[in-house]
Every structure is written in C-alpha cells, then in structure tokens.
DNA sequence: TTGCTCCTCACGTCACGTGAGGTGGC
DNA sequence: TTGCTCCTCACGTCACGTGAGGTGGC
C-alpha cells in the first residue's frame, strides 16, 4: 500500500503516519523509489493505535504495550490507564453537563443560575 | 489571596497559573512586594475556565468566551463545543470497553478475540 | 539572619501541523 | 513532458513543566 491509501482508510494524516515512523510505532516495509510501502495489516496496527490513543496512552505507552509483547506487561499499564479513563469520562460529563445547561438556562446571567454555580462548585471538588 | 492560597484552592500549579496570566485569561489585582496579590473570586473565576478546559475549550476560545461578554458569542462557540464533547465522549467509552474487554478476555492473544477485533473495527468507522 | 515562597527568563516536551525545496512514478 | 504524490528537513504550535539564578516578606 501507498501512504496515500493509508491516508485514505485510516483517515491519518500523512504528519501524523511519519511521526509514528520516527518513535518507532510503524514501519514501511520497503520503498518504491522514494515511496514508503506498507503491508495490509498496517491497517489493524494503526486501528490498536488509534484506539490505545484514545484511551489516553501516550505514544511512548503504546510503543511499550504492543512491542514487548509479554501479556502481563500490557495488562498492568493498561489496567491503570482504565481507572484514568473512567475519571476523564466523568470529567467530561460534567463538563458536559454544565455546558449543557448553560446553552439552555433561561436566567440572563449564567453565573447567578444556581445550577451553573452547583457544575462550578464540582469543578474543583474532586481535586480536595 | 497570595498564589499559593490559590494552588491549594484549585489544585493548578504556579506554572499553569502563570501561563493563564500571560495569555490574558486572569490577573492579579495588585502585588505584595515581587508577589502576585489575587481576589477571592479568582477561584470562582479559575473554575469556570477549568470546566471549559475540560470540556476541550482552547484556552484562546476561553478567553473570547468570557472576556467579549455577549451572550449569543459564547451560546454559539459553546454549541459547537457540545457535539464535539459528545463526539469524544463517545469516543473514549469506546476505548474504554475495547480496553476493558482485553483485560478480562480469556483468549491467549487478543488479536485472536472477535470481540477486541469488532472495537478495532469501529475506530476507523465513523471516518468514513 | 535564616528559610521559605515567590519572581522572571529561557528552554524542554508531547503530538503532531506546516511550509520550503526537491525527487520520482505513471 | 506534465501533474501529482511523495520525500526530507526544519521550524511552529498548544498548554504547560522544569530548572537556573535572584529577590523579598515574615
């Protein structure tokens, strides 16, 4: 494959496929001139890429996960990054919810909406 | 308040603190010597850019959203921010169970496992 | 006087984005 | 021969983190 059909099925950037060359998370098989040459299951690699980089790992986490391949290894990071997950998803709720209600709030002012005031009083409620 | 009061009210570091200000996103009102003197309502006014941030606001876009006033300014940037919230939402709950299910698979290789493979499947879906 | 907190640069980091200038396949 | 895609630097960006060296309040 051309990086162009990676581009294409993945929907990367080129940027984003040569910097994950550089750390070491893909690689081109072979060149055609110039041209990097990737195999078919590129594909599933970057989708196990994409997917660990959602989850909020790092690219340096992901190197470490998928290319020493030993079960445990992987399993202890990732049994950390889920708790993590679970935080930012909850995060993201209130946050969420917040915004949500503000856009909707029938009060002139947001911040006398004791709504809006009880998302601010959350903000920082989790950090204590 | 002194900037450290402020830390250990918000949570945020002096780094972070210091950054806001030279983007223009707070301010101290006065100083104590070399030292940053804050209002008590800073607090109020760091959660509130806080729950932008979390809601995956730029700081650039906090800073149009609470400093030019209008209502229908921040009620339209704050629209777009909501289907872009839902949409990472969405996204991190499916990392989340992708991840999930690896660590409680019984298959010896995940890459093996039809459930692992139909998360896999769904990254690249909704690009297209 | 001694700590401790605070200060201001300035450079580093992470995950890319963005040209600039050039080469090669079809 | 002409486009078009691809290439390699190299520097930019965003939101901070991290010292280095120094000042000031209590």
């Given at each position: 494959?051309?990086?162009g ?8 950037t ?14 081109s098989t ?10 078919d299951?590129?594909?599933e690699?970057?989708a196990v ?5 959602r989850?909020?790992?790092t690219l340096a ?16 990071v ?12 909850a995060?993201?709720?209130l ?10 709030c ?19 409620a989790t950090?204590?």
């Amino acid at each position: 494959m051309d990086i162009g059909d990676v581009r294409n099925e993945t929907g990367l950037t080129t940027a984003t496929l040569h910097h994950y060359e550089e750390v070491g998370l893909i690689s081109s098989t072979r060149r055609n001139g110039l041209r990097r040459q990737y195999e078919d299951d590129i594909v599933e690699r970057l989708a196990v890429i994409v997917l660990c980089r959602r989850g909020g790992f790092t690219l340096a986490e992901i190197v470490e996960i998928t290319t020493t391949l030993p079960r445990r290894t992987w399993r202890r990071v990732a049994k950390n990054k889920l708790d993590e997950l679970d935080r930012r998803i909850a995060d993201l709720q209130l946050a969420r919810d917040g915004i949500a209600h503000a856009l909707g709030c029938p009060q002139p002012d947001i911040m006398q909406c004791e709504h809006f005031q009880a998302s601010l009083a959350g903000v920082f409620a989790t950090a204590d």
